[in-house]
C-alpha cells in the first residue's frame, strides 16, 4: 500500500538537487544507529522516503513488539529523509519536532516507514509519516506522524573532511 | 538540575501500588530495546522517572551526536514510566502519543532523560519529558516533551507465566 | 479539492447510528461559539467533516488575517465531528489532544477546514485534518493537524431535557 | 498559582527591546479576534504572559463549557506573545505549530492563559503553556501545550503605516 499525502496524490515536487538520491542515501549511510538496528532504506524519491526495519528482540518492548522507540526512529527518519530529497546539495536538515500516534501495537516481522512532505517551504518544511507492521504478511497501520523540519542552507550533511 | 513540572514543584501524587518501583523496574528489564541501547533507569519516584544512556557510536546520526530516535526513546519510556508508577498493580500502560521539540544538537557523553506526571487520570495521564545531554559535563536542555499515556485497566504489565 | 487520508482514498468506514448526519449537526448547531463566528458545517460524510468560516475583522489577528485560534478551531470541530459520525448514538466525543502546523498566512476570504478519520476505534479515534483558505479564488493549504479522539460511551451528547 | 517552566524557576531572559510591553500589548490591541471574544492580557514579562476571558454563552461548545477551539486561542495567544517578549523591535513572530492537551472540561467563570519561554531561538523559540479555568472560585489545570514559535527578524509586527 502506497499512501498519498494531504495532496491526494503526490504532487510533482521540483528537485533542487538531482544526485539527491545519493545524497539522501550517503547520510543515511553515516547513521551509526541505522546500521544498529538494522534499517534499510527502501524508496527514496523527490518528496518521499520509505525504510524497512525486520524484527529482532533487540527492538522489542516489554511485551516482546517493537518498541515505541523504534518506530519513532522509523517515523523520525522517513521524514527527514523525505524533505532532505527536496533541498539544496549544500543544505542539511535539522528536525524540529514531530507528533506521532501509536495506533496499534508493533507486532509483526517487519516494520515499514513511509515519509511525504506535505509542504515544502525555504526554511520549514512539512511531512506526515506513517509506519507500518507485517504481522503474518498483513500490513497493519502502526503508527501516524507529523513533523516539523529545518532546512539548514550552506550546511553541508556531509563532513567535509569526506568530501573528495 | 531537578526540572518542576507545571505544577511548580512535585505535587504529592497518591501511589495506588506500594510496589510501583519493582514493578517499574521489571517492566524496563523486559525491555530488549533498553539493554541493546545501553539504557539505565537512574530514579523512580511518584509520579517521576529518570533514564541515561551513555553515548556509543553505535546511537548516532549522521554527525556523529546521539540519533534523535534515540532522544525520542528515552523521552518516551521516561514519560511511560513515570506515568506507570501511579498506576495499579494489575494495570498497563500504553502510549497513546507524543510530541517531542529538539532544542539542541545531542552532541555529548551522556543523555538524561526526565519524564514528570503533570496530570494523572483514572484513563488518560499527561506527562511532560526533558532530555538532557551532558557535554563536557555541562548539561543541556536537549529535547523536551509532552506526551498522553492510556490506563489499561486488568490488563497486566508482565507476561502471566512469569507469576510465581 | 478533496483531500484522501493516510488510506490513499477514503475507506468504507462502518457507521454505528444511521443518524449520524442529524445527530453532528445538531451537535454543532448547539455550539454557542459556531454561531458566534459565523461557521457553517458544509458536509458531513462517515468519517468526515467539513466545515467553512466567511472572513470578518472580528476573526483576525494583527495583520488582519483569519487568526490562529480561529484555523485551530476549524480544526478542532472538523476532526471532532469526523469522528463523531462513527460513534454509537449514545456516546459523546472528547478531544484528548491535537497539534496543527500553521503553513500559511490564513489571508483570504474564506477558510474550508476538513477532517477524516485516518483510524476509528473502540477509545481512541485519530483524525487528521486540514485548513484552507480561499484567497481571490484560489485555495491554499494555511494549517495541518493531527488529533486524537476519545469516544465516551453512554454519555449522550445531547442534554437528556431536549430529549422528547 | 503560578507555574513555573522546564526550568523550575524562571531564567532571568535578556530582553532585546526595552519596550516589550508596549509592543506586545500594541499587537494584542490590533487582534481583532481578542475584542471579540472578550480577551484581556494580564500579564507581560519577559518570557511570561497571561490573557484572561471571562465566560459568555457565545464562547461555549455543546454543553456550555469554553469551546476548545477557545481554549487553543488562549494557548496560542499566550504562547506567541511570551515569545514575542525577548524579539527585537524589528522582528514578528509567527506560530509554527503547537500541541495542546485538554485535561478538563472548560466549564467556569474565567479562563486563564499563561506562557512560557522555554528555551529562546535565533530562529526557532519553544514555549509550554497552561490554560486554567476557574470554577466556583477554584482553579483547575484544563490544558497544556507545547509550541514552537519562528522570529521573522526584520518584519515589524505593526504596519508601516501605522507608525508615525
Given at each position: 500500500?502506497?499512501?498519498s499525502?494531504a495532496?491526494?496524490?503526490?504532487?510533482?515536487f521540483?528537485?533542487?538537487?538531482?544526485?539527491?538520491?545519493k545524497?539522501?542515501?550517503d547520510?543515511?549511510?553515516?547513521?551509526?544507529f541505522?546500521?544498529?538496528?538494522?534499517?534499510q532504506i527502501?524508496a527514496?524519491e523527490p518528496?518521499?522516503?520509505e525504510?524497512q526495519?525486520p524484527?529482532?528482540h533487540?527492538l522489542?518492548?516489554q511485551h516482546g513488539?517493537f518498541?515505541?522507540?523504534?518506530?519513532g526512529?522509523v517515523?523520525d527518519?522517513v521524514?527527514?529523509?523525505?524533505?532532505?530529497?527536496l533541498?539544496?546539495?549544500?543544505?542539511s536538515?535539522l528536525t524540529?519536532?514531530?507528533?506521532?500516534?501509536?495506533?496499534s501495537p508493533?507486532r509483526g516481522e517487519?516494520l515499514i516507514?513511509?515519509?511525504?512532505?506535505i509542504?515544502?517551504?525555504?526554511?520549514i518544511?512539512?511531512?506526515?509519516?506513517?509506519?507500518?507492521?507485517i504481522?503474518?504478511?498483513?500490513?497493519?497501520?502502526?503508527?501516524?506522524?507529523q513533523m516539523?523540519?529545518m532546512?539548514?542552507q550552506?550546511?553541508?550533511?556531509?563532513?567535509?573532511?569526506?568530501?573528495?
Amino acid at each position: 500500500m502506497r499512501l498519498s499525502g494531504a495532496q491526494g496524490n503526490m504532487e510533482q515536487f521540483k528537485v533542487k538537487d538531482p544526485d539527491f538520491e545519493k545524497r539522501v542515501r550517503d547520510s543515511f549511510a553515516r547513521q551509526g544507529f541505522m546500521d544498529f538496528i538494522g534499517a534499510q532504506i527502501t524508496a527514496v524519491e523527490p518528496g518521499y522516503c520509505e525504510i524497512q526495519i525486520p524484527y529482532r528482540h533487540e527492538l522489542t518492548q516489554q511485551h516482546g513488539y517493537f518498541h515505541a522507540g523504534i518506530i519513532g526512529t522509523v517515523a523520525d527518519n522517513v521524514g527527514g529523509y523525505a524533505a532532505f530529497t527536496l533541498m539544496e546539495a549544500t543544505s542539511s536538515i535539522l528536525t524540529v519536532e514531530y507528533k506521532i500516534n501509536f495506533l496499534s501495537p508493533g507486532r509483526g516481522e517487519l516494520l515499514i516507514g513511509r515519509g511525504r512532505v506535505i509542504k515544502p517551504g525555504k526554511t520549514i518544511t512539512l511531512c506526515r509519516c506513517d509506519v507500518f507492521v507485517i504481522d503474518n504478511a498483513v500490513e497493519r497501520h502502526c503508527a501516524a506522524a507529523q513533523m516539523t523540519l529545518m532546512n539548514m542552507q550552506n550546511a553541508p550533511d556531509a563532513p567535509q573532511h569526506m568530501k573528495p
